[in-house]
T-cell receptor, first 111, second 116 residues
Framework: LAKTTQPISMDSYEGQEVNITCSHN???????ITWYQQFPSQGPRFIIQ???TKVTNEVASLFIPADRKSSTLSLPRVSLSDTAVYYC????????????FGKGTTLSVSS | GAVVSQHPSWVICKSGTSVKIECRSL??????MFWYRQFPKQSLMLMAT?????????EQGVEKDKFLINHASLTLSTLTVTSAHPEDSSFYIC????????????FGPGTRLTVL
């Protein structure tokens, strides 16, 4: 499994765009990049997934360069409710295969 | 998306007793479910992979005789913490992949276990 490295914490203010970068130098050909969000005392929630280039959904964008050795989760115009831990996971997206979590990034949004 | 529930959401027990936690996939069938443990301010740690109708596969360092996992149906997996001790106090989270719908892994809301 490819190891991931993320900043331990980030601070932001409401309305700003937040970019969280994840490094995964040993990503394999079959690996996907997936981001989860976790609030205190809750289970993680899927945010976005990608393989290469850019992916966008209603809550976030995911930028993946051509070499796929890193990725950036972009949260547009964050609010207080975006305060959470964000996990970057890299691995094969297969049934029966567990997701392995790294340390994650604690994002704190202030008013 | 698919929904995974857990019961109870929290439990307090005395040291030496056993506690059972249920994990259900409410609107899909899950051949495989996963159990994680999370200590305060730490990441999720995979404990075991639970396969319907067969024995669970435990991660290194997880005592299979202490953490009994049963996956008797395609919608239910249970984790029993036997002879619980204060160091077993943690947040236990299950998850399942809705393989027939997608490979996305859905997580339950977690169960807070406190052993006195």
């Amino acid at each position: 499994l490819a190891k991931t490295t993320q900043p331990i914490s980030m601070d932001s203010y409401e309305g700003q765009e937040v970019n969280i970068t994840c490094s995964h130098n040993n990503i394999a050909t079959n690996d996907y990049i997936t981001w989860y969000q976790q609030f205190p005392s809750q289970g993680p929630r899927f945010i976005i997934q990608g393989y290469k280039t850019k992916v966008t959904n209603e809550v976030a964008s995911l930028f993946i360069p051509a070499d796929r050795k890193s990725s950036t989760l972009s949260l547009p115009r964050v609010s207080l409710s975006d305060t959470a831990v964000y996990y970057c996971l890299v691995g094969e997206w297969q049934a029966g295969t567990a997701l392995i979590f790294g340390k994650g990034t604690t994002l704190s949004v202030s008013s | 998306g698919a929904v995974v529930s857990q019961h109870p959401s929290w439990v307090i027990c005395k040291s030496g007793t056993s506690v059972k936690i249920e994990c259900r996939s409410l609107d899909f069938q899950a051949t495989t479910m996963f159990w994680y443990r999370q200590f305060p301010k730490q990441s999720l740690m995979l404990m075991a992979t639970s396969n319907e109708g067969s024995k669970a596969t435990y991660e290194q360092g997880v005592e299979k005789d202490k953490f009994l996992i049963n996956h008797a149906s395609l919608t239910l997996s249970t984790l029993t913490v036997t002879s619980a001790h204060p160091e077993d106090s943690s947040f236990y989270i299950c998850s399942a992949r809705a393989g027939e719908v997608s490979n996305e892994q859905f997580f339950g809301p977690g169960t807070r276990l406190t052993v006195l």
